[in-house]
Structures are given as structure tokens and as C-alpha cells.
């Protein structure tokens, strides 16, 4: 399949992620794991590097170092405010990572529910958006109801929503996208459902935000989740909350930190060398793109990297079923490509997937095996107990003959039965 007709070549980008220089075997790495993970271009690394250069020191000193730390933080909300579409800055907080930041946040927002109260996760989700949760319901006496998926296609079953909502529901926990199979939930819906019932919504969009345009305003949730790492900057958490939410909560924190958001919700010393690569990561992203503002020369470039996706995605969909044996899960329909991200989970007849991941490995093809955390969907899908599956990712720096290239692997172990 040519690519000259797409309005996006990887190459030059390529040339900026030194890791994608690899070689294994005399040949250049395959890197389809970026579900799991993204590599980080050159801008990003040096960003970081350079922080601790200049010479780092906590925040609230009254000296050089400390302003420029301060200076680092700033920079790295507007940055996020931009990707996100946050109303302002101060609705970004920052932390380990989405994991971390989630059973922190459930702590606190739980403190306002009561005995006999509701909530509702997916089993669509991450287990980081669902174990949280569970425990805190299960601390204050709340209900927990489940939102189920459709095994054919591994989608969200939003048509049951209407009937898990009641007055008694105080907070929808629901993925953008599955990190395992790659199905897109239809927030929009989500949220308005949820928003009449008077419930809360939190958006888990680790997986969703390298694929795809996110716009909190649009959406209307009232939180989102993402990690940095996800789209090639460093392991970084970030939370996005509805200033005034943010702000009436009550956050676990130590008693001399800040009563007020962000802050309130950002405990210890943050790794301030890591919110220089945030900063550099989405701007890396807007440079793909042209505006004249940050936040459109964004909109610009997911929609170039989404469009370039959707043709590794249509040529690996292609491709597949050629392969004997080889069997994806989730949305297959070529015409339904806008529903699903460029990530494909799949099993091949006669091995388990820790053997395909491993024989890929050797080929110096990247993938994951297993559950990759979304304990939910495999076990909804029978999977659990026999391995899970095979977890193919494409980001826009892969290329054609990358997706050809583990196409040609898997039909050549698939030859070996």
C-alpha cells in the first residue's frame, strides 16, 4: 500500500527517537509496544537533561534555581492545559502516575459519599480504573454496579448505562479508549447519561490520548486521567479536574502544603526534571502540526497522526487475514476504524501468547503478552486463565513495512505447526 497520497511521512520524526535506532540481529527494532509504553524523541530527553543541568532545587526558594523549578512546573500545566483543553492551568495536577493519582483521588472524593450510595466501572477499563474504586466503595458501604462489554467486538455496552443510573449513583469510572483492545467509548454519551443522573464522571485516557484529540471541555467530565510516558514524554501523571471541584475536595495531603488546587492534590516534591519532558513531549506533538496557537497546531497534528494510524490499522486488518490461525479481538470492520485505536489484541492457533511474544522478540519485534492490567476485559472474554493475548501497537512513528514486517513474522511462526 502506497503512502504517498497520506499527508504524513514518520521518517523525519523517526530520525528524532534514538531508541528507534536499535538493531537486533543486524536488523532496526520493531517497536510495537507503545501501548505499554512510547519511546521518547530527542527534544524530550534533552529537556530533561537539561533541567538538572541548570541545577534543580524544590519549589518556594527565594533564589534563582528555585524560580526556574517553579518556572518548569508552570510551563509543563499550560503545556497539558493545551493537549487536554482545559479551561486553565491550574486545573492540571501532577504525580507519579495515573495509577498513583487515581487511589489517591478516590480517597478524598470518597470521603463524600455516604452508606447506600452508588458507583459504576466498566469492565472495559484498566484495572487503575476500577480497583480504586472498589476499595473505597467497599471502605465507605457504596454499591457497585458494572458496566458490561460486548464480547463479539469488545465494546462498551453504553445501551445498559441508562439502567445502572439512579439517584443514588455519585460517580461513573469509564476508559476513553481500552488499552487492550483498543475500542473508543463514546464519553460524549457517557458523560451526559451519567451528568442528568447528577453522578460525577472519571475518565481514565491513558490510552486514548496518543491516538486521538481530547477535549475536556467538549466532553464535559468533570476528571481525566493521563500518563506522559503514553506519548513519548516521561513517566509522569497528570489529572485533569474541574477547577471548582478540584478546589471544594478535601485532598490527603501534609498539613504546610497548599490548601488550594493544583497544588493540594500534588503531595511531595514532584520530579521536576521529568515536567520538563512534559512540556517537551506536547511540543514535540504540536511541531507536527501547523496554527497559531499551540492548541490548534495540536488539533492539527492528531488529526494528521490519527489519519496515518487508521492506515497502519487498515493494513494490518488487511494483512491478518492471511495469517493462519491468527484471530483479533475487538472491532475488525475495516469501515469502523474511527471506533478503535491502532491497537490490535490477538492469538495464534498452536502457541500461547507468551510464545508468540517471545518468538517476535527474537525477531526484534516488541510486543506485549498477557493482560497488560485489564484484568476485566480478559476475563469477560474467557482469556484470563490461558495467557490473555498478544498486544500489537502502532504509534505514528511505525511505518508500513514495520506492520508488514510482523505480519510476515506471524505467518512464518504460524507455517512452523
Not at 469488545?154 to 445498559?160: E, F, I, K, V, Y
Request: aromatic share 8%.
Amino acid at each position: 500500500m502506497s503512502t504517498q497520497n497520506i499527508p504524513f511521512n514518520p521518517a523525519p520524526l523517526r530520525d528524532q527517537f534514538p531508541a528507534l535506532q536499535l538493531k537486533v540481529n543486524g536488523e532496526t527494532a520493531v517497536f510495537l509496544d507503545g501501548p505499554g509504553g512510547t519511546q521518547s524523541p530527542q527534544s524530550v530527553i534533552d529537556a530533561m537533561s537539561g533541567y538538572l543541568a541548570y541545577g534543580s532545587s524544590n519549589l518556594g526558594g527565594p533564589f534563582r534555581t528555585s524560580r526556574h523549578a517553579g518556572q518548569v512546573v508552570q510551563s509543563a500545566r499550560e503545556a497539558m492545559a493545551d493537549l487536554l483543553n482545559a479551561r486553565r492551568p491550574e486545573e492540571i495536577s501532577f504525580g507519579q502516575n495515573m495509577t498513583s493519582l487515581t487511589f489517591s483521588f478516590s480517597r478524598a472524593l470518597a470521603r463524600t459519599w455516604q452508606p447506600g450510595d452508588e458507583i459504576i466501572v466498566t469492565r472495559l477499563d484498566h484495572d487503575a480504573n476500577i480497583s480504586p474504586w472498589l476499595m473505597a466503595a467497599a471502605d465507605r458501604g457504596v454499591t457497585v454496579r458494572w458496566l458490561d462489554l460486548e464480547p463479539s467486538d469488545a465494546t462498551m455496552r453504553l445501551d445498559q448505562l441508562p439502567g445502572l443510573l439512579n439517584e443514588k449513583t455519585r460517580l461513573l469510572a469509564i476508559t476513553a479508549a481500552s488499552n487492550a483492545v483498543g475500542s473508543i467509548t463514546d464519553l460524549k454519551t457517557a458523560v451526559s447519561l451519567a451528568h442528568t443522573a447528577g453522578a460525577l464522571v472519571y475518565v481514565d485516557a491513558v490510552h486514548y490520548t496518543p491516538h486521538g484529540l481530547v477535549d475536556v471541555q467538549a466532553i464535559d467530565c468533570d476528571f481525566l486521567v493521563c500518563s506522559v510516558y503514553k506519548f513519548f514524554g516521561p513517566h509522569t501523571g497528570v489529572l485533569y479536574g474541574k477547577f471548582d471541584l478540584m478546589e471544594s475536595l478535601t485532598a490527603y495531603k501534609v498539613r504546610p502544603a497548599s490548601n488550594h488546587a493544583p497544588g493540594k492534590w500534588e503531595t511531595g516534591t514532584q520530579s521536576f526534571e521529568s515536567l520538563a519532558g512534559v512540556t517537551a513531549a506536547v511540543n514535540y506533538l504540536a511541531a507536527i502540526g501547523q496554527g497559531k496557537t499551540r492548541r490548534e497546531q495540536l488539533e492539527h497534528a492528531m488529526s494528521l497522526t490519527n489519519s496515518y494510524e487508521m492506515m497502519l490499522s487498515r493494513r494490518f486488518l488487511a494483512g491478518a487475514t492471511a495469517v493462519p490461525g491468527l484471530k483479533i479481538y475487538g472491532i475488525t470492520d475495516i469501515e469502523r476504524l474511527a471506533e478503535r485505536t491502532p491497537t490490535f489484541a490477538v492469538s495464534l492457533d498452536g502457541y500461547t501468547p507468551a510464545q508468540v511474544a517471545a518468538y517476535l522478540g527474537e525477531q526484534g519485534i516488541f510486543v506485549w503478552d498477557g493482560h497488560y492490567y485489564a484484568i476485566a476485559v480478559m476475563e469477560r472474554l474467557g482469556l484470563l486463565d490461558k495467557g490473555g493475548l498478544v498486544r500489537i501497537g502502532f504509534a505514528h512513528y511505525n511505518t508500513a513495512a514495520e506492520v508488514d514486517r510482523v505480519l510476515a513474522s506471524l505467518t512464518d511462526l504460524a507455517n512452523k505447526r
